[in-house]
């Protein structure tokens, strides 16, 4: 007899899918004046989108000209970058500033560890390191204008483990004067000069790229060192020029490109661009140019298509799943193929989530077809996970199906476990797992404090996001629904900080505060960011203070997502996570594969037989792929082997 669920096969992989539900989502837009690696003030925009190439988002941080504020960049066209490319941009102003407001290339010592070039490793790593900015620690790029193009050059040379790619436009040669800015073109051995900066860490130019632009009609940077910059970093990396060049248009607008080998180094020249950032059709602001291209968005393309540092194997694809059962014998069917090489195993798990788990791998014939049965098994709902290797060691998207062996049985009410919740600022993303033993699953909603919201379903897993939550505590109440209107409900609770940081004049500009309080919060706070809490007093109306109140503005309309009762932090909650004495402790029980396939673990070596750690500590998993172990996180980032303490 063959009984399959009746549900729609989900080509998204398994492991996206839970990675996706427990990821802190962060809202398309600037947040200004945010003190990050070092740096007082940095404009930082994160999109909703990530990148076609290796593992989360893109970071590209753009240093400012001579005289120019960062600000100048909000108005560049940087986010429709950013979004096209999934690549975050850091846009900070530069601390030890030479005169004219210039990032001081020319001054000081020339080192990791010095001055603002410290704090520019020391951004890159804090924006990357904070997992809810989801950045790709292979696609991480320095870009700059005029004083900031030399600086970011400099600090690519010193940094190349950091820096995959740089963008310098209009910038003088590195090591420089400041006087060969303004004047006559200063020759400079740009290949000698990034190398010994490098030192050390010289090898990491095997995969670095860079792009130099500059205008066509620059009259303030001598038009000689794009010229001197592009075939200084060719010489660094060791290509030869290619013949001809390429027109780049963007409607009405162009640049012309040459390329160096395997396009390591792209030299454009902006058309019609005079000394300025060239932000494209619609671009403005001090020092940014609308008379050509966008060259954010050519430098997305550029990075992305060149990046060195990437795994580009996309993996195995799989096609043509199919489940059913013969008696007690689950058969599995489908196609399996790889288009850089071969396919070398597909791995398939029986597992009815209940204790029983039968785990057996198959090869494919000369067409990539392939069959897997399971052993004989107990009656029951079996969910059946299947993915391939390929021989460069990649996994392909993991697809999950699920099927019942036996004869059906009676109507029972879904199954919900493992529900967690994910909390970024005033957004709460809720997930789990739904099991139906009768395959009829209808709706799954998550019950938030300000509305019900549809979850959406990968497979067994759920996920469901509220955003305006009111501050302090919450719960979250999660219902399970079939075709027969038997249900069943699972609650979580969590946190949520109603806090808003910015700056004293920040905060009087939304109206957080007034100048009546100027002088005794300027007392306290300087012009520093600080955060303030949205406190109710009755009647539709709060207050916004700090957390002794010594800061205070005056009674304003509650915003929608007004705190309830002063939320002080986002520590999270979740469902039947194993317990332990750190609230914030979470521990799955599982085997070794479905560890790897939730994110949780990596494996290496053998692809019949691999070697299983946990992410983040490395800690060594026994069993191999069907050991089954105990893992923990206090951070849902970070797994150790073992129970939480």
Known sequence: MKTTLPMKLAKVSLLCGLALAGQNAIAADWQRGLAVGGFNKVNLYVPDTTSDIGNGKALMIVLHGCTQSIDAYLTANLEAAADKHGMVIAVPDAVNKAGFSCWSYWQGTKSRSAGDYKNLISLANALKSDSSYGIDSDQVYIAG??????????????????????GVSAGPSIGTSSSGALGPCEQADVRSRCVSYAGSYANHFDTQIASIAQGD???????????????????VYGVDRLAGTNTISDGSRSAVETLWEDGRVSKL?????????????????SYISSASINYADYLGQYFKENNNRVDRNQGPQLSNINVSTNSDVIVLTGNAQDAEGSVVAVNAIFDDRNGTTNAKSGTVDASGNFTIYSDALPDGLYFVTVGATDNEGKDSEFIVESVYVGPPPPDTAPTISDVSVAVNQQCATVSGSVADINQNLSSVVVQFANGNVNAQMNQSSFSAEACNLPGGNNSATVVATDSTNLSSQDSVS??????????????????????????????????????????????????????????????????????????????????????????????????????????????????????????GSNDSMPGSTYGNNTLHSDDGSTWYLGSCQ
């Open 269 to 285: 020249v902006l058309t019609n661009a005079d000394h300025a950032w060239s932000g494209g059709a619609g671009a403005s602001g």
């Open 145 to 166: 204008l005029s004083s900031g193009a030399a600086f970011a050059n400099t600090t690519a040379c010193l940094a190349p483990d950091v820096f995959a790619g740089m």
């Open 494 to 615: 969590f946190n949520i900080d109603a806090g808003q940081v910015a700056t004293l004049d920040q905060h009087i500009t939304a109206g957080r505060l007034s100048y009546v309080e100027y002088s005794t919060c300027y007392l306290e706070y300087g012009t520093a960011a600080f955060k303030l809490n949205e406190e109710p007093t009755g009647q539709g109306q709060c207050v916004w203070q700090d957390n002794d109140a010594s800061c205070r503005g005056p009674a304003v309309a509650c915003s929608s997502g007004g705190s309830t009762g002063g939320g002080s932090g986002g520590d999270t909650g979740g469902g039947d996570t194993g317990g332990g004495t750190s609230p914030n402790c979470e521990e799955v029980t599982t085997l070794n594969y479905y560890h790897k396939v939730a994110g949780r673990a990596y494996s290496e070596g053998n692809a019949l037989a691999p070697d299983y750690f946990a992410n």
């Open 217 to 235: 009609r620059d009259t303030t940077v001598n038009l000689c060192y794009n010229d001197q910059n592009s075939q200084g970093m060719a010489a």
